[in-house]
């Protein structure tokens, strides 16, 4: 019986003893960890945009098709070698060739249309983003249709180069107007390639 007092505290001290996990009890930090949580993944307004199921109402949709009729009828100007060596590639436009002619027979045409399409459209709260996305997004395309023609006026390149490059203009500006009309047309938002990203800015902006 003497060496029970000796055996005491090694009994309390036992991991397995109850009164030993109440006098210490474990760390509350060694019984629950904490794992980081997944983050969430984070949605672009892009695609936010192109995930959106509300209907584009037939106004909106032929306003922003007229805004692309802008680049087209100034830039018409780079197709006169490509449609006179194959006229037949003319006879899409020949609808829209009397009013082409009529639109630059008006002194200042562009510059009054342009301001119009600004203040009117883009700068007015009460049109829809939408349109005026297009509106602007039209704007900018012929900002950039007229580049070539400053820096033909200031290089003069040969006529064979500037053949090329009125060509190839030509095109770029046709296949433009031809899938904004169609997005347009379908109440889809087109995104030209660098424009639709100057477009966006500059609304966001304004």
Known sequence: MATLPLLRPSVLRHPINPLHRKLHPPPPHST????PQ?????TSPMSVSASSKTPIPAADRLMSAASYCYPLFNGFQYGRFLLSEYPILATPFKPIIPVVSA??????????SFFAFYLGIVR?????RYVRFNALQALVLDVVLVV????QQILSPGLNLTILGYNCLFVFLVACFAYALGCSVLGKTPYLPFIAEAASRQLDYS
């Not at 629950?32 to 794992?35: G, I, N, S």
């Open 32 to 35: 629950h960890l904490k794992f």
């Open 38 to 42: 997944p983050s969430k993944p984070v």
């Open 124 to 128: 007015n709260p009460n049109v829809s």
């Open 148 to 151: 070539p023609m400053m820096v």
């Open 103 to 112: 639109y630059h027979s008006i002194p200042y045409a562009s510059f009054i």
